[in-house]
């Protein structure tokens, strides 16, 4: 008598948001995004320096962006909807992979050696949390106008003025700039490395690219309320 032994199992693979490679791409997938919305948001606030006139001529252009196919400012909400969305899933698959870290080891290290480890690495989750809630006070400012002294809608340099007048909110927004260099310091790394960019012989190369582009950013939005605070206006 012969024994027919059942056909072997075959795992089943995940899918890959659900794998530790596939969560990692799609932190550094959406935080390309965001790296790239940063730097063209950059670029237009230095629009400011042109004066009142080109200033909001340049905001209502964004606003007309798809005319006549799009209405009158859909372009700005559909783009504010691709970003949260990318924002959520970049928080989502950063939160998932501290998780499955600290599954992975449970008993921490008697003591911690940081290896390479930079201070942007080591506070990216707290440069993370502030970066949000400064998120939703820049909105507040300046997209709704409820906490925008004398705020006038679509009257973006008069606006501009009168919020970074006040030093507190110069400091503030200061300081929420640091966090967002300091963020991007190590994440354009890390995105690099996660979507084999990196090559021994480019290492150097792409380390120095990810100090001075947190360094331009860091400079180029500051240098608005910075200015405004000074009393220096075009």
Do not use: C
Not at 28 to 48: D, E, P, R, S
Not at 53 to 82: C, N
Not at 123 to 143: C, D, E, K, N, P
């Amino acid at each position: 008598m012969t024994t027919t032994l059942p056909p072997p199992t075959v795992p089943r693979s995940l899918p890959l948001p659900q794998t530790t490679i596939g969560r990692k791409v799609i932190m550094a997938v959406t935080g390309a995004l965001l790296y790239l919305f940063v730097l063209v948001h950059m670029i237009g606030n230095l629009k400011f320096f042109t004066g009142a006139e080109h200033f909001d001529s340049y905001a209502k252009w964004l606003r007309t962006i798809g005319q006549p196919l799009l209405l009158h400012g859909m372009y700005l909400w559909i783009q504010r909807g691709v970003l949260l969305l990318a924002l959520l899933l970049h928080i989502w698959a950063a939160w998932s992979l501290t998780r499955l870290s600290h599954a992975a080891r449970p008993i921490k290290y008697a003591t911690k050696t940081p290896v390479q480890a930079t201070v942007a690495g080591r506070t990216m989750r707290w440069g993370g949390i502030a970066l949000g809630l400064f998120i939703v006070f820049h909105i507040l400012q300046f997209t709704t106008g409820t906490l925008g002294p004398h705020y006038v809608k679509e009257a973006v340099y008069a606006n501009v003025v009168n919020a970074f007048k006040l030093w507190y909110v110069t400091i503030v927004y200061i300081a929420a700039m640091a966090a967002l260099a300091m963020h991007l310091y190590h994440g354009v790394w890390s995105m690099t490395q996660t979507l084999g960019i990196n090559r021994p012989s480019a290492n150097r190369s792409l380390y120095r690219f990810s100090q001075a582009t947190a360094a331009l950013i860091f400079i180029g939005f500051i240098s608005v309320p910075v200015a405004v605070l000074m009393g220096v206006r075009p």
